[in-house]
């Protein structure tokens, strides 16, 4: 395991490069499966979350191989293969290989996919999909058994607007016999993504960036070209860090239409920041507190930036409210923004009320997932004095060289083993 050792107090600048949309890549990935063609894909993070999605598409026989930010797949020599708890269990997005592999091999047997601790996420809408589709699904001591003899298009009316089950169906509609309406589709820009990248490959899809979509299916699918969008989560993260712990950071690539709610957020707090070009520059700012901050489904506040945003919070003058209804651990790692002197009331497993503007201080801390990670990072650099951050490697799941990155603003920051 490793840790990162962080001095905190000292003003950051400079600028600093988005990486491609972790959540974009990883079903990409994935759907890359669906063809016997090669697959490019561009722009890919350089984190361990793409690189434990690369070791199970290996285990069922494509050839990945990797260069920089450069992903090539040729999944030609599918096979038939359980895919262990060993490695599903260190990644959420494992899930979205469901219905590749259905649709090639016809049978799919998967540990029950992990990832972090912010509380398990049910499979009901990925069942809800695959078996309208035709598929026959059961579990059984945590591992998935799915099987169908040819997938058949379908009205569904998710009963989420669930993001990976989107994706699922969008994948197992692309070539199934017939028509697929998939009603309160999710609409979050990795799903946009994943939706280009199809139509590249050859689908035919309709609705895309919107809540209704059409697909039609095709009887084969080709090797596509792809360039991952920049990831708005990780702008979102480099914003909040330059609101509260900078005089100024360029941010860049960015898309404007990916960050409208983030922005209005940061607004809101009385973050300045100006708009250039495919560049976002945020400088440091005096801050007021919110009513409340509430998470929601895109276009809403994003659950993946809570956590930076109550580190922000701890920086405003005033209370603020923040609630997030989608996962009932996300809001426990505020004990260790507690022992950093925040004034923070947990006032359920949803919601904290947070008093500011506090003066932080270093301390000894362990990460519980990626964001409330990287959350812990920025409220290092914004404190006084020393901080030791432990189980470093989790961050490193979301953030590609976060360590060099930061530095390169004037973090003075270290990784240790």
């Not at 900078?246 to 100006?274: A, H, Q, T, W």
């Not at 359920?348 to 990626?370: A, E, M, N, S």
Request: some cysteine; proline content about 4%; aromatic content about 4%.
């Amino acid at each position: 395991m490793s840790k990162l050792e962080i001095s905190g107090g000292k003003k950051l600048s400079g600028k600093i490069k988005v990486a491609g949309n972790k959540n974009s890549v990883l079903p990409i990935m994935a759907a890359s499966l669906l063809s016997t063609e090669t697959s490019t894909i561009e722009n890919a993070p350089q984190i361990s979350d793409v690189d434990v999605m690369a070791d199970l598409l290996k285990l069922c026989g494509a050839k990945v191989t990797r260069a920089n930010t450069k992903i090539t797949i040729n999944p030609k020599k599918i096979k038939e293969v359980e895919f262990p708890r060993s490695l599903t269990a260190k990644l959420r997005a494992s899930v979205v290989l469901l219905a590749p592999i259905l649709s090639r091999v016809g049978k799919i047997s998967m540990g029950y996919p992990g990832g972090d601790i912010i509380g398990r996420r049910s499979l009901d809408a990925h069942l809800q999909v695959l078996k309208k589709l035709g598929a026959k699904i059961e579990i059984e001591n945590d591992h998935i058994l799915a099987s169908v003899s040819g997938l058949k298009g379908a009205e569904i009316f998710l009963q989420e607007a669930s993001v990976t089950a989107t994706e699922n169906a969008l994948m197992a509609a692309s070539l199934a016999e017939g028509e697929t309406i998939i009603k309160r589709a999710a609409i979050e820009p990795h799903v946009i993504d994943l939706c280009l990248f199809l139509v590249k490959m050859g689908a035919d899809i309709e609705g895309i960036g919107t809540s209704t979509v059409a697909i039609r299916g095709v009887s084969k699918l080709f090797g596509a070209n792809h360039v991952v969008r920049p990831d708005h989560i990780e702008v979102g993260t480099f914003a909040i860090l330059a609101a509260i712990a900078s005089k100024k950071i360029e941010i860049s690539p960015i898309i404007k239409e990916d960050l409208d709610m983030i922005l209005l957020s940061l607004n809101n707090f009385g973050v300045r920041y100006k708009l250039e070009r495919n560049k976002l520059i945020v400088n440091g700012s005096k801050l007021k507190s919110v009513e409340k901050v509430v998470t929601d489904v895109w276009p809403g506040f994003p659950t993946d930036l809570m956590a930076p945003m109550i580190v922000l919070a701890t920086q405003a003058e005033g209370m603020t409210i923040l609630h997030d209804w989608m996962y009932e651990s996300r809001m426990f790692f505020v004990d260790k923004l507690l022992s950093m002197n925040a004034k923070v009331e947990i006032a359920d497993p949803h919601r904290v009320f947070v008093y500011g503007p506090t003066k932080l201080r270093g301390q000894r801390l362990d990460t519980p997932d990626i964001r409330a990670g990287i959350a812990l990072v920025i409220a290092a650099l914004v404190a006084k004095g020393k901080s030791t951050i432990e189980r470093a490697e989790l961050i490193e799941r979301g953030y590609e060289n976060i360590v060099e990155r930061l530095s390169a603003l004037g973090a003075r920051i270290k990784k240790t083993s």
